[in-house]
């Protein structure tokens, strides 16, 4: 009787012989499958973290936080992102704590860039009343943060930014500033690990009324 070419004849093969074939077939499947399973699935890819700079300068900002401090008025009135301000009598900056200021918060938080003018009234030190709009938006048109540190302290992966825009309203002038928190390649204060950070209020308007 005739063979099949290329398969085992199992009637005429022993015992040892037919399962040394059988052997041979399902290690050459076997491969031939886990060749195609190569070619068909994606290569992994490596689930390391990137590393590198997190921070792009110059600094940039597209939202904002809001706030006001009033010194040396007899009452002041300020609509600004449609949240009103308004208070009676405040003493002049003088006759206060130093750090007060700086400790100003801005509580209306994460303003998209940017609102309509701010609108202000109020009653400078000698109760002469007064009223202006103040375009935050103007002032801060090319969306950059305003900060003092010097560029080689910052780290560079300060996370991102909305910063604090401070009004000051102070008798008859109204001042305008930018408070950043940055965080620093080393603590200022040498084994502070709680001063590796700035947060300076820096100017960048002011007009006299």
């Known amino acids: 009787m005739a063979q099949r070419i290329g398969r085992p004849d199992r009637h005429h093969m022993s015992p040892r012989g037919l399962a040394a074939a059988l052997v041979a077939t399902a290690l050459t499947t076997t491969g031939c499958q886990g060749m195609a399973m190569t070619h068909d699935q994606p290569q992994p890819t490596s689930a390391a973290p990137q590393q590198g700079p997190l921070t792009e300068f110059p600094l940039r900002f597209l939202r904002h936080n809001f706030g006001i401090a009033t010194y040396a008025v007899q009452e002041y009135t300020v609509i600004y992102a449609n949240r009103p301000y308004s208070g009676g009598p405040r003493p002049a900056r003088e006759d206060v704590h130093p750090n007060s200021f700086n400790a100003v918060d801005a509580g209306h938080i994460s303003i998209r860039n940017f609102p309509a003018p701010a609108i202000v009234r109020w009653k400078a030190r ?75 209020l820096v100017q960048a308007w002011s007009k006299t009324y």
């Open 126 to 200: 000698d109760g002469t009343p007064l009223e202006t709009e103040v375009d935050i938006g103007e002032i801060f048109k090319d969306e950059l943060v305003l900060y003092d540190a010097p560029r080689g302290e910052i780290s560079d992966r300060t996370p991102a930014i909305n910063p604090d825009i401070v009004m000051e309203i102070n008798d008859r002038t109204i001042n305008v500033y930018m408070r950043a928190h940055l965080s620093l390649k080393a603590p200022r204060i040498p084994g502070n690990r709680y001063s590796n950070f700035r947060a300076d």
